[in-house]
Every structure is written in C-alpha cells, then in structure tokens.
C-alpha cells in the first residue's frame, strides 16, 4: 500500500519541468494602487498648498474616502477576478482619483479665478458628488464583477442589450430639447436637477451587442465578393450592417449634433467588424463612409460646420472671441503651463468655459504642463494596452470581439476629445474617461473597465490542471 | 482575429503618439507665440502675480521710488502699481494699467515684468530654488529735488508749461515735468469701465493732462532760437568773435514791403553794437539780418546739429522740433530769431544749452541709468554717448560769454530775474518771448534755456511757460529753482 497523500505532494521528478503557474498578482495590484493613492493624495495636497498655502481642511476625510472606495474595488477584484490584470484597477483609480482633485481645485477657484463666485457648471459640492459618483462607478465595477461570473454568459443578451442600447441612445433626440439639450449637444437625461447622459452606458451596450451579433455573423461577412484594386470587397447583400451602423451613427449626429458619440459607435463598429473578418475593406469603406457622413453634417448643420471653421481656424478673424473661444481658451492654458506646468493651483485653467468637463485635460496641460500631460496619456494608453493584451490572450472569441472593442473606444475616446480640444482634430464635446467631471461617464467607465478585468480574468485564468499521472490510478486497487 | 487586434493595437499606438506630438507641439513650440496673443487672460492677470520692479530716481546719487508694486489683499492680482509723487513724475513713469502701458513703464516693460531676454537665467534660478518671480529695477537718471521743484514751479505759476533739465556732460536727464500733469495711481485700476472713464475725462480734459510736453509739444522758440543764429555765425566766420559788430537797424527792411523792429521800437545800441549787446538786448533786427546774410539752409544746418528736424527716442520719444527750409529773405529774419514757423519742444531748449555747456559737444539725451535684476547685479547701464558737435569749443566759449551776459549783465534780459545774487550761481542763459495766436493777439509764451554754473556747467535747463508772458519774467524763475535744487543751494 502506498500512502495516498504522500503521493499526491510528492515532488515533482527531476526530468519533468514544475508546470509554471500564472500568479494573480493582487499583491503587485494592491502595491500599485497604493502608489496610485499617494499619487493622489499628493496632488489633493500640492493643489491646496497652490491655491490657499496651505493643506486642504478636507484632505483626510477625501482621502480616507478615496482609499476605501479603490480599497473595496480591490477586495472585490482579489474575490470575483483573482488572475485578472493587475494594472487596469490602479490605472482607473489614478485617472479617477487626479480627476476629482481637478475638480476641486477648479471648484476652489469659481468663476474668473474668484473664490466663492460659483460657476454654473461647478457647484460647491462638485466635488464630493465626483467622489459619490466614484463610489456609485466603483459599484457598478463590482457589481459587473459579481454578475458576469463568464464573459460569455453575457452573449446571451446579445439582441436584448443592443436593443437596450438603441433605446438608451435614442431617448435624448425623442425627449424634448429643454429636457436634453446642453451647450447644443442633445444627449441628456436631464430629470430636475439630477442629468445623466444614456449615450455613456449605450457604448457599453452596443459593444456586446456588437460583439455577439458580429461572433455569430463573422464567417457571413467574412466571405469575399468582388476583387477591387487588390482588395476583397464584402458582397452587397453583407453590407447592410455596416449601413445600418453608419445610418444610425448619422441619426445620432442629426437630432442630437452630438458628432463625437456618433464618430464613437461608428469607429467602435468598424473595429470590431474588422477584429472578426480580418478583412481591411471592411475599414476602408468604413473609413470613407465616415468622411462622407462627416461632410454632409458639416454642409448641413451650423452647429457641426462651425466646429470645423473653429478646429481650421481658431485665431483667424473673430474666431478667438467667438467659435473658437473655449478652444483658444484651452490651448492659451496648455500654453501657459509649458513643460513643466504652473503646478497645481498655480494656473488659470478657469478661464476656459467648461474646463471641468470635456476641456479638463487643458487643466492639467496647464497645470502640470506637457510633462504630467504625457504622463496622463501614458496612463490612458497603459489602460488601452492592458484591454487590447487580454482580447489577444482570451480564447472566447466573443470575449476577444468584446475586449477589443471595448479597449479600442476607450482609446478613441480619448483621441477624439483630447485631440479636439488639443486642435489636432475639430472639437466634439465628449467626455474625458474617468477625469471630466459627471457621474454617467465615470460609472460608465468603471464598469468598462469591469468588463475589461472580467476578460482578462478569463484570459489569465489558469486551465484546470488535467491529472496527467497516470501512475496514481494504478495504486488504486479493488478487492 | 489575434492579427486584426494586433493591427488596431497598432491604430490606437497611433492615435496616442499623434496626441503626443500634438501636446508637445502646443506646450513646447507654441507655448511663445500663444502668450504673446493678445487677450490672453492668463498672461494679463499674471503680470499682477508677480512684484513688477521698481522705478527710482538716482539723478541725486540717492534712489527715490517714484513706482513700484505693494502687495494688496484679494482681486485677481497680489499686487498693485502705487506711484508715491504720481503728478510730478507721471511724464517720467507713465502709468500700467490693465489696457496701456506708457512712459517708462511701457518702454521698459520687458524688464519690469521680468521677460526681458537678460533676466531668463534669473528667472529660472527663481523658478528651481522656489523663489517668486520679480521684476527688474530700474534707475532712471531723474535728481528728485530737481523734478520736484520744477513740477511745484510749473504748478504755482498756473500756466501750462515744461520743464527739461539736462546733465550736459552726459546727456542724463535730470527733470522732466510737464504741467498740467495727471495721477498715475487712477490708472491702476483693475476695474475696466472705471479706468475706462477715467481715462475718457483726461482725454476730453481741454487741460490736456495726458500730454507729455516736455517731449510731445512744440512752442516757438522766440529769441532763444539766436543761440542757433549766433552760433552758425560765428562758426562760418561771418562774426569772428563777441566784440565784432552787427548791423543792427532800428527797422530792418523784410523785402516784401514790411520790415522787422525790435521790441517796443527799441533800438539797438549805436545801431553798429557789438554782438554780445545785441545778443544780451536780444535785438532782433540784428540776427534778422544776421539770419539773412547767412540764409535759410544755414540756419537750418546748423539747428540739425543741435538736435532739430529729429524725433529722439530717450527712451520715449519726442517729437521732431522744426526749422523749415526757408529762401525768402523775409522767412529767413523771423526764422533767425525764432518766429516765423520755429517751433521747439522743452527737450529741445535744453539740448541748446547743454550744447553749448559741453564745449560744443551734444551728449545724447537719457532718462535710464541703469537696469538692475532682482539680486541687484547691473544688467544694463547707460553709456552717455555723443548726438552731436554743433560748434567748437571756442565758439562754445564765445556763446557762454554772451550767455552770461544775459543774466549778469544789468542790462541782460534775465539780469533782474537770474543774476548770481537772485540765483546764488552765475546762471548762463538766454531768455524767448514768443508771440503767437492769430495776429500774435495771444499770449506770449515765455521760453528760457540755461545752464550753471556757467565756468563749470553741471546742469543745462529748457523752460517753457505756455502764455506766461515775458521768457525772463515767468520762465528764468523756474529754471532757477530747478538749478538750486539740484545744486542744493541753501
């Protein structure tokens, strides 16, 4: 009789490897989110000792506030997704975190640089409901966490949640103006004084909706009609979907003007519909149904041809004082802050209308100047980065559709507003991930970033070690 | 699928590294030409952030403040312009406000905010051990007593008027008052529509406060103007020296049926007096004639030498004073003794006897001493340097003879006004009465240039008194104040 257990933890033989196993890596994660916290806390300190000389009255109370939230977010990471990435959650906490210290250092200042003279937009307790809002994100991460114990199961509700999806976008151009409409972009929820901006969470739909409609279709689409030019265009009948997309990406942009959500689902569509056939023509004709749709809304809308005349030129004639005033507004503050920034609660970042939310990037352009700039965009590309590596390592190809195309509109995000209010491309008000200030993108991204760590759980997730022994059944007898 | 994810990788490496250029293109390439945009608010309220340098007065060999930045509570801005003795020394300064900036604070700009080129190396010693920001210094070559003295004279006489006094070894400007001045302190308002209607009553003002007249206006020089004529006379020859005699008509014949007298129908001496009495009595018969034998280019020749027919930049600038090119022989009299269409500014007046003070060499006209950076190491120090030589040193010494005659002679124009016992130092000068106004029926301007003491000139001074009357009467006096003060004469 051989002892049982002794067999079990006898070690390995010295001609056979040990079978590596992944690590989860919490300890590497909580690690970084401490850094990510110090981080923070830091800038919550530099920017009051900035603005008033000394340190903020608020500052152990934000910051225990703050350490709890992203604390939870980790418990609920080491318990629902223990081999998941362990950068994404430090990453998001850091942008979030810097997000709501701009917040209130913006807030501090009020309109005109003058302490107490409350901006419309920015009300004295913005802050604390940014800090609300993260918890209500970091929820909503959790609860992503909790409920999608697969990716796959998600497929399930393919059709369900791109209706949902259709629903959430559509509401602002069905609801009247007063009850949607914001600085000329109709994308609002706006329900007495508590506003929400449905087109955050559609994305999320849409991109499960996309993901298991394009897994199903993928071998359809994929087949080759015509040979143009050396590339194999789609047969006619395939078509349609990219047409219906590009349609409903043009509605968008016609009852709500709101060109950057509509550049979002389209650009979201294209990748992922080339991430499941490979094929580039379905890019190309993507790319120039865009350019087409962009023409049109710039000859047919005022509001959209105008945001073209400020991205050309914004110091031409009158624009500086009139099109283009928030964008010149914005570019004098990164250019104020230079390369090294002002440092926080040194600038001026109040000139600019609307810094807070879709001009907040120019904030800390100014304040922490192009270096904490390219510091900020490493941490979104990082982000970016971590999504794009668990699609690659997933096997599920709906989990791969998904991540994907999730991680690449978290870049096109952040191409699309950076870039606009940078002037490398014309301006689209749309929400900087995690920092502008609002509670639908933060919770939007939270539970973006929820999906992302679900995948690359999934991904990481060491396979059920198969008993490969065959020797051990052996000592097994009967009778 | 892993490829097509792998190439969007690619596309979002894209999209983030254009997002990089991009930033470093605004932030690093940019970043100049954006401050320098006008209307950006950043680098207007910014300005208020920082301790401008002060402007001082070392003329004395003291340093008078006479602008500089106090700290104030609340606003955009920390700090605030605070002038001490505004009225006096608002020619000097000018005014920063949030719209303008004039006079000194507008030429020297660059170094009182601290941009100027030379101050960077400071800025970034600042910038890495944490220290604010400041301002450069600077010194401007104005004697405070001097200044003060000449603004308190301007004021009490009640007529416009401008005083310019000169170092004429050097070319430092020691004072230069206007009057009616204004307060620079109203200007430093941060409030628009307050300092825009403020501005609008100074302008409207018939006063005309805003203007600087020690460099901004011109009068006739009347009689002064015969240290020019006396001057190119004895330099080509046509006089050899003070003792040679003039023609000095009791009328002289103009050639267009009119002719010139002198003042009152006085005549001249014997009528053949030598040119020291003429110049001392100021007859204008004699330099008329005087201005005809030598011609109108002459006479203009030599009044570009002493400064005239050029807009000076000291830094701020003056306006040209005017000898026009004249052939008539009618022109070429009144243009001789300053009438006619002469005209000077105060700056100019002084610049004749600082001429003349000098040995004949004109020193070019100053106002900033020295520019000095916050650790108050010299960035930039005046070098007096020659605008010209009008005439030699022996005919500079003829023209200080004749010069002091007018003061030390009794029978001098300035004799009852400037001589040593009034003044308390032998003052050499020459005294204007410029009529003027439409059939010269409006008051004379009273115009005296000087400098003293006369062997061992330390300080020239142009005066204009804008109808004060006779030169000797109501501008020696002013000048004579304005030496004892800067001569701290009991």
């Known amino acids: ?479 | 699928m892993n490829r097509a994810i792998f190439r969007l990788s690619l596309a979002c490496l894209v999209m983030f590294v254009l997002l990089m250029i991009n930033v470093n293109y605004v932030q690093a390439f940019q970043s100049s030409s954006l401050a320098d945009r006008p209307g950006n608010s950043r680098v207007f309220y910014q300005q208020f952030q920082y301790k401008r340098g002060s402007i001082v007065a070392v003329g004395d060999g003291g340093a008078t403040k006479i602008a500089e930045s106090r700290l104030v509570k609340g606003g955009h801005g920390t700090y605030k312009r605070y002038y001490p003795d505004g009225p006096a020394y608002a020619p000097v300064t000018g005014f920063d406000s949030i719209f303008s900036k004039t006079g000194i604070e507008g030429t020297e700009n660059k170094e009182l905010s601290g941009t100027a080129p030379a101050l960077e190396v400071h800025n970034l010693i600042s910038l890495i051990t944490g220290k604010p920001k400041l301002g450069a210094t600077v010194s401007v070559t104005l004697s405070a007593a001097a200044q003060q003295a000449a603004y308190k004279a301007l004021a009490s006489s009640g007529h416009e008027g401008a005083v310019v006094a000169l170092n004429p070894r050097t070319g430092a400007i020691l004072t230069m008052a206007s009057y009616p001045s204004y307060n620079p302190n109203a200007y430093t308002t941060l409030n628009g529509d307050k300092l825009d209607k403020i501005d609008t009553a100074n302008r409207k003002n018939p006063g005309q406060p805003l203007l600087n007249r020690a460099l901004q206006a011109t009068y006739p020089p009347g009689s002064t103007f015969k240290i020019v004529t006396s001057s190119a006379a004895f330099s080509t020859h046509r006089v050899a020296s003070p003792s040679s005699p003039v023609d000095a008509p009791p009328s002289l014949p103009l050639g267009n049926g009119n002719s010139l007298i002198n003042d009152d129908n006085e005549t001249c001496g014997d009528g053949h007096p030598p040119i020291i009495e003429a110049f001392l009595l100021s007859c204008n018969t004699a330099f008329g004639k005087l201005g005809q034998q030598l011609g109108g280019a002459k006479l203009r020749q030599y009044a570009n030498k002493f400064g005239f027919n050029t807009a000076h930049e000291v830094p701020l600038a003056t306006v040209p004073s005017v000898i026009p090119k004249v052939t008539d022989p009618a022109f070429e009299a009144f243009t001789a003794i300053g009438q006619y269409n002469d005209s000077v500014t105060p700056m100019q007046e002084a610049m004749l006897s600082a001429a003349i003070a000098n040995g004949g060499t004109l020193m070019k006209p100053y106002l900033v001493q020295q520019v000095q950076a916050p650790d108050l190491s010299a960035i930039d120090t005046a070098q007096p340097t020659v605008l010209s030589r009008p005439v030699t040193s022996t005919v500079a010494g003829y023209m200080t003879q004749m010069m002091k005659q007018v003061t030390q002679n009794p029978a001098g124009t300035a004799y009852a006004t400037a001589n040593s016992s009034v003044a308390g130092v032998e003052i050499a000068g020459k005294t204007g009465t410029a009529q003027n106004g439409v059939n010269n029926t409006g008051l004379d301007d009273a115009v005296f240039t000087c400098f003293a003491p006369a062997d061992n000139p330390r300080i020239a001074v142009g005066v204009i008194v804008k109808g004060g009357g006779f030169g000797a009467a109501a501008a020696a006096p002013i000048a004579v104040q304005v030496i004892r003060a800067y001569l701290k004469l009991p």
């Open chain 1, 1 to 479: 009789m051989t002892d049982l257990s002794a067999a079990y933890s006898a070690p390995p033989r010295e001609d056979e490897q040990p079978v590596p196993m992944p690590r989860g890596r919490r300890r590497t994660e909580l690690l970084m989110l401490g850094f990510a916290v110090v981080v923070v806390v830091l800038a919550y300190a530099c920017a009051g000792l900035g603005l008033n000389g000394r340190l903020p009255a608020s500052l152990p109370l934000y910051c225990v506030l703050f350490a709890a939230i992203v604390g939870v977010a980790h418990l609920a990471v080491r318990r629902f997704v223990p081999w998941a990435d362990p950068l994404m959650l430090p990453l998001a906490a850091m942008l979030n975190g810097l997000g709501v210290v701009m917040i209130w250092r913006l807030q501090q200042s009020g309109r005109g640089g003058n302490p107490g003279v409350v901006i419309g937009t920015l009300s004295t307790s913005s802050t604390l409901l940014q800090l609300v809002w993260s918890a209500v994100g970091v929820a909503a991460f959790i609860a992503v966490l909790m409920v999608i114990r697969e990716p796959r199961t998600l497929q399930r509700y393919t059709y369900t949640l791109g209706a949902v999806g259709l629903v959430l976008l559509a509401i602002p151009a069905l609801l009247p103006a007063s009850l949607s409409e914001t600085q000329g972009a109709k994308v609002w929820i706006k329900l007495g004084g508590f506003s929400i901006q449905p087109g955050e969470f559609a994305k999320l739909a849409l991109a499960v909706f996309f993901a298991g409609y394009l897994v199903s279709k993928r071998d359809v689409l994929s087949l080759a009609g015509r040979r143009v030019l050396g590339i194999d265009l789609p047969r006619a009948r395939d078509l349609g979907p990219v047409l219906i997309a590009w349609a409903a990406s043009l509605l968008i942009l016609f009852f709500e003007t709101d060109i950057g959500t509509s550049a979002l689902f389209f650009g979201m569509f294209v990748a992922m519909i080339y991430i499941a056939t490979q094929r580039t023509s379905w890019l190309l004709i993507g790319f120039f149904l865009f350019i087409g749709g962009s023409w049109l809304a710039g000859t047919i809308i005022p509001h959209v041809e105008s945001r073209f005349t400020a991205w050309l030129h914004p110091f031409a004639g009158n624009n500086a004082a009139t099109s283009s005033f928030q964008l010149v507004q914005g570019l004098e503050g990164m250019g104020f802050g230079g390369i090294f920034g002002t440092g926080l609660g040194h600038g001026q970042p109040y000139w600019t209308p609307l810094v807070q939310s879709d001009f907040i990037m120019t904030a800390f352009g100014e304040e922490l100047g192009l270096t904490g700039l390219m510091a900020l965009l490493l941490l979104f590309g990082l982000l970016v980065q971590r999504g794009l590596r668990a699609a690659v390592a997933v096997k599920d190809p709906f989990a791969k559709l998904l991540a994907g195309g999730l991680s690449f509109v978290l870049a096109l995000q952040v191409f699309v507003i950076v870039g606009g209010v940078t002037d490398l491309i014309p301006l689209t008000g749309i929400t900087t991930p995690f920092l502008s200030q609002g509670g639908s993108s933060l919770v939007a991204s939270w539970a973006l970033v929820g999906l992302l760590m679900r995948v690359s759980n999934s991904a990481r997730k060491p396979a059920p070690q198969p008993i490969q022994d065959e020797g051990m059944t052996q000592v097994v007898r009967t009778g």
